[in-house]
Nanobody, 118 residues
Framework: QVQLVESGGGLVQPGGSLRLSCAAS????????MGWYRQAPGKQRELVAT???????NYADSVKGRFTISRDNAKNTVYLQMNSLKPEDTAVYYC????????????WGQGTQVTVSS
């Protein structure tokens, strides 16, 4: 089984920054792509960023230029550096292994709440 534990969320003012962490258990990580997702109340869960096992990253247009996804395979951890935060970034953020555009490989963790408000 793979367990994913997100952390690092909190309350931040617009324009501020947060760094999220996703710690993954299990025997396989270094050869697996990872993704960050977010879901706000009343909205669909959306894919925010992905990173391949080689470190190649892709971002949703809404966060491009502001967020940076990275990974530390030795620590089985993926990160999301969030800069220039906007109120519309407010959501619960989750990590998972992307399977195509919509599906994910594992059960969702509890996520970490990010609230951007003045």
């Amino acid at each position: 089984q793979v367990q994913l534990v997100e952390s690092g969320g909190g309350l931040v003012q617009p324009g501020g920054s947060l760094r999220l962490s996703c710690a993954a258990s299990g025997t396989i990580f270094s050869n697996t792509a990872m993704g960050w997702y977010r879901q706000a109340p009343g909205k669909q869960r959306e894919l925010v960023a992905t990173i391949t096992s080689d470190g190649n990253a892709n971002y949703a247009d809404s966060v491009k230029g502001r967020f940076t996804i990275s990974r530390d395979n030795a620590k089985n951890t993926v990160y999301l550096q969030m800069n220039s935060l906007k109120p519309e970034d407010t959501a619960v953020y989750y990590c998972n292994v992307p399977v195509g555009r919509t599906l994910v490989a594992h059960s969702w963790g509890q996520g970490t709440q990010v609230t951007v408000s003045s």
